[in-house]
């Protein structure tokens, strides 16, 4: 089935410690992959995009093809880090953005 | 300036009354999103246009119904609103795939309350 899945629902991290959001994805050919994030009481947002190899607010993501999977990273997680990420493929064959089941990341000082 | 712009921000409802919700933006892309966005879930996608070509997810119920008249407008019709049917309500908008950027902009998105 044509799915994209992330294992966590719940993160939670001291200040300062690293961090790793899972996703992996079961889509057909190759859809361009999102990171984003919606912290409290604001709109949807993109984080990060696999084509443009950015680092925003210190995450990383790295798309592993082999592995169909694009987990988010950082290093040391900071108070205001803490939000709902979702990964989310962009079926472009559809022309489509569908979203991963979410992983609410709390970071405790 | 918000770009992508819903109205109204909450709605309140009666069971089985129709209503409208309704999605501008002021960014001149060609795709445009309806969303369900229910309490503690991942945003569930209802239906998209990509210019005027209409496009339906295999769930979505019949209940639920949309028009675009033109680039910059997008409507949500529930013609019989359920319980169940109470969510958050996000349009998005976006390039195409093979455009330089297919970041997706977000409304604030519409509470539903269905009393």
């Known amino acids: 089935a044509q799915r994209v899945t992330q294992p966590e629902k719940l993160l939670s991290v001291f200040k300062g410690a690293p961090v790793e959001l899972k996703c992996n994805y079961s889509?057909?050919?190759?859809?361009?992959l999102f990171w984003y994030v919606q912290y409290s009481r604001q709109r949807l947002q993109l984080l990060l995009r696999h084509i443009s190899r950015e680092s925003i607010k210190g995450f990383t993501a790295d798309l592993n093809k082999g592995e169909t999977s694009f987990h988010l990273k950082k290093p040391f997680a900071q108070e205001e880090d803490s939000a709902m990420y979702y990964c989310?493929?962009?079926?472009?064959?559809?022309?489509?953005?569908?979203f991963g089941t979410g992983t609410r990341l709390l970071v405790s000082p | 300036d918000a770009m992508v712009i819903q109205n109204p921000r909450y709605q309140v409802t009666q069971f089985g009354k129709p209503v409208t919700l309704s999605c501008s933006q002021t960014l001149n892309h060609n795709v445009m999103y309806w969303y369900q966005q229910k309490s503690s879930q991942a945003p569930k996608l209802l239906f998209h246009y990509y210019d005027k070509d209409f496009n339906n997810e295999a769930d979505t119920p019949d209940n639920f119904q949309s028009r675009r008249p033109n680039t910059s407008f997008c409507f949500l019709d529930i013609r019989s609103p359920g319980l169940g049917d109470a969510a958050m309500y996000l349009c998005?908008?976006?390039?195409?795939?093979?455009?330089?950027?297919?970041?997706?902009?977000f409304g604030q998105g519409t509470r539903l309350t269905v009393v």
């Open positions: 989310a493929p962009f079926l472009g064959f559809f022309q489509k953005l569908v």
């Open positions: 998005a908008t976006s390039f195409p795939s093979g455009s330089l950027d297919t970041e997706a902009f």
């Open positions: 889509y057909s050919g190759s859809p361009e």
